[in-house]
Each structure stands twice: as structure tokens, then as C-alpha cells.
DNA sequence: GTCTATATCGCGATAGAC
DNA sequence: GTCTATCGCGATATAGAC
């Protein structure tokens, strides 16, 4: 691995654990063994290294979110989808414990950030939307409900993760499944039973 | 207003503008136009201001998450609760923002927190359970409906607000009510309707 | 590409005068 | 209770050797 990855690997690792602000470019380079001034040769500075670390979460973002497009989507395609989005939020946990902050520090990043939450909004909807289409959900005239229920869903599986983080239990794989039990409660009310 | 409660006013704003990690106490004293020293003769540290400041937002809840005991409560009563909520988070926004670095950073703060917020959840569930006993809502069999509509109102009204921020428009009050909108959807398909 | 050495800066914290 | 002065520390960032 080059060495550019292994300081974006070291540094995610420590600002999951600790977070980015008591994480310096010196504990960095100290952790992964290499100078700082090699470190400051593949970064300017620790802003570069957390946009480069956004953009990774982007890129997986985009890879795992498409559902198939040979077939009808299914709840458990939702599931799916949720599933994959907790896993990724935990990967880079540190982004959502100080999304804030970050985004206020740096507007270039702050740009990025709304253009890829809003395609990842946008796909929420149509899938809610498509089920609607195919009959797996039945919702009431209210034309309201529809993007009511898509922004739920999207809220727990932005938040489901750091409720959990803030109830002080350590994750496990258990929390996600009960995160996606509260997601499909949601549904579960307009699902059409067979 | 003595010199203690100036520095938490000055505090709170600069930590609500731009978090807990930018602002020095330096920082605190000079918006205030005190010296440094000064500061230091009211708080050992920074991690004594944010305690104080938690300590605080924790009276607030205490107040204000109260029902009327002379009557049977009522769906708006528990719209008002949650609008409450939604108020003293934003007054207090820089605790959601970070809370899981500042938890992560001071224990004894941790298990205030989950004391505090142990109390509250409570709350929420013998909300939605009385309003199953006086017939208000109607839940299925199912046992495990009336937690997860607990659960789910206490999410949403915990993380409505980080929500918008996160989403990039500036707070305003039709935001609050949207949020309650939202809650108010997770119920409605057991709301009995006369 | 990677190292060592170093300059500059600001923070946290304390001592002691008033 | 509030001030000034100051020390020690660690962080960011750069220069220049290898």
C-alpha cells in the first residue's frame, strides 16, 4: 500500500477513536512510524487528509447504494441498502460524530457533502416512491405521507448509528438489525400483506 | 449577572458558533473582555465549563418535560414536550453536534448524560403507554409495536434538529414544526380517528 | 520519498500584585 | 475578584540533507 493510503488508513483509525481534534499530524506520522515532514509531503495540511477521507466515504457511498435494475426492487432490497449505509457509517464514524463542525470549516467540503446527501436522498425517495408503484406499500391520499415516510427513513439511516454511539453500548451487529426493525416500523403499517 | 454566569453565557454562544475544540479559554475571556486569569479564578478548565454548561441544559429538561398531572394528557401535550425539546436543543446545540467526543473525553460527564437521559426516555414511554390506556392510539398484538414507537419518537425528537443542520439550510421555526410533523406520521396510522 | 532540525505560534495554567 | 506577566508545552509548517 502506498503511503499516501496507509496515512489516510492510519488517520481514519485515530479520528474514529479519539476524533480529529485531539488527533495531530505529528500523532499520525508517530502512529504509522513516519516522519512529519514525510507526512506533509503527501498532505498540505490535516484538512487535506480529512477531505481526501470524505471522498472515500463518497466513493463507497456510491458504489454500494444502486439497487438491481433487472428486477422489481424489494423490501429486502431496502433492507439491504440501509444495512449497507450503517456499515459504512461505522466505518467512518468519526464523520457523523462531527459532521458539523467539519462542514463549517471547510466549505469546498461543506459543497461536496450536500451534492452527494442530496443523490442519496433522492434515490430514497424514488425507491419508496417505486414500491408505492408496484404495490408493496398502499399509502393514503395525503399526497404529504409519501415524502414524510422518505424522510424517516432517511433520518434513521443517518441516526440510527450515533443514537446508539450516544446510548454509551458498544456496537454490534445486533443494534444494526434493530436499527432496520425500527426503519421498517415506519412501513410497516402502509406494507400491503399477501 | 456575576462574572460565573457571564462566562457560561459567552461560552455557550462561541461553542454553539463554532464548537468546543476551536474555542479557548483564551478565547472566552477576551469576547467577555476579562483576563485570562480571571477566567481561570471561576473554572479549573474548559472540561468545568462544559460540565457546568451540561448541567445546565439538564435543569431545563427537568423543567420543562413535565405533563399536566390534573388531566389526561393529550396528543398536543405531547407535540408541546417535544417542541420544548426542540427549543433547548437549539439553545444548546453544540452538545448534539459533539456529544459523543465530549462523552468520550470526561466520564463522570458520560454518566450524567445517560442518568439524565435514561429519565427522559422513561418519560417518552409512559407518554405513549398512557395514551394507549385512554384509548387514544391503538396498537396492534404485537408487544413489541409500543417500544419501537417510543424509540422512534425519542429519535426523532433527539435528532430532528442535527438533522436540518446537517441538510445545510439555517434553523427556522417551520423547521420545528416540520420535525413534529414527522413525529406525528410515526404515529398516525394508531391514532383512533372518531 | 523520507529524514532531521528548527521556526513560529497559541494554548493551558500559575504566581503574585492590586 | 480581577489584573499582568510569564513558563512550558505541543501543534503546524518549512528548509535542507540524504
Given at each position: 500500500?502506498?503511503?499516501?493510503e496507509r496515512?489516510?488508513?492510519?488517520?481514519?483509525?485515530?479520528?474514529?477513536e479519539?476524533?480529529t481534534?485531539?488527533?495531530?499530524?505529528n500523532?499520525?506520522?508517530q502512529?504509522l512510524?513516519i516522519s512529519?515532514g514525510?507526512?506533509y509531503?503527501?498532505f498540505?495540511?490535516?484538512?487535506?487528509?480529512?477531505r481526501a477521507l470524505?471522498?472515500r466515504l463518497?466513493?463507497?457511498?456510491?458504489?454500494g447504494?444502486?439497487?438491481?435494475?433487472?428486477?422489481?426492487?424489494t423490501?429486502?432490497?431496502?433492507?439491504q441498502?440501509v444495512r449497507?449505509s450503517y456499515?459504512?457509517?461505522w466505518?467512518?464514524?468519526f464523520v457523523y460524530?462531527?459532521?458539523?463542525?467539519?462542514?463549517r470549516h471547510d466549505?469546498h467540503?461543506?459543497?461536496?457533502?450536500?451534492e452527494v446527501r442530496a443523490?442519496?436522498?433522492?434515490?430514497f425517495?424514488?425507491?419508496?416512491?417505486?414500491f408505492?408503484a408496484a404495490?408493496?406499500?398502499?399509502?393514503?391520499?395525503?399526497?404529504?405521507?409519501?415524502p414524510?415516510?422518505?424522510e424517516l427513513?432517511?433520518?434513521i439511516?443517518?441516526?440510527?448509528l450515533p443514537s446508539v454511539?450516544?446510548s454509551?453500548?458498544?456496537?454490534?451487529?445486533?443494534?444494526?438489525?434493530?436499527?432496520?426493525?425500527l426503519?421498517?416500523?415506519?412501513l410497516d403499517?402502509?406494507?400491503?400483506?399477501?
Amino acid at each position: 500500500m502506498s503511503t499516501r493510503e496507509r496515512i489516510l488508513e492510519t488517520a481514519l483509525r485515530l479520528f474514529n477513536e479519539t476524533g480529529t481534534a485531539t488527533v495531530s499530524t505529528n500523532h499520525i506520522a508517530q502512529a504509522l512510524g513516519i516522519s512529519p515532514g514525510n507526512l506533509y509531503y503527501h498532505f498540505r495540511n490535516k484538512e487535506e487528509i480529512i477531505r481526501a477521507l470524505f471522498e472515500r466515504l463518497f466513493a463507497l457511498w456510491d458504489e454500494g447504494g444502486s439497487l438491481p435494475a433487472d428486477r422489481p426492487a424489494t423490501l429486502e432490497d431496502l433492507q439491504q441498502v440501509v444495512r449497507e449505509s450503517y456499515r459504512l457509517l461505522w466505518e467512518y464514524r468519526f464523520v457523523y460524530r462531527e459532521l458539523v463542525a467539519l462542514l463549517r470549516h471547510d466549505e469546498h467540503l461543506r459543497q461536496r457533502w450536500l451534492e452527494v446527501r442530496a443523490r442519496g436522498f433522492d434515490g430514497f425517495y424514488a425507491l419508496i416512491d417505486a414500491f408505492v408503484a408496484a404495490g408493496v406499500l398502499r399509502l393514503p391520499d395525503d399526497p404529504a405521507v409519501l415524502p414524510r415516510l422518505a424522510e424517516l427513513v432517511w433520518l434513521i439511516s443517518e441516526f440510527w448509528l450515533p443514537s446508539v454511539e450516544v446510548s454509551g453500548e458498544p456496537m454490534n451487529p445486533a443494534h444494526m438489525e434493530h436499527g432496520i426493525a425500527l426503519m421498517l416500523q415506519v412501513l410497516d403499517p402502509y406494507i400491503v400483506k399477501p
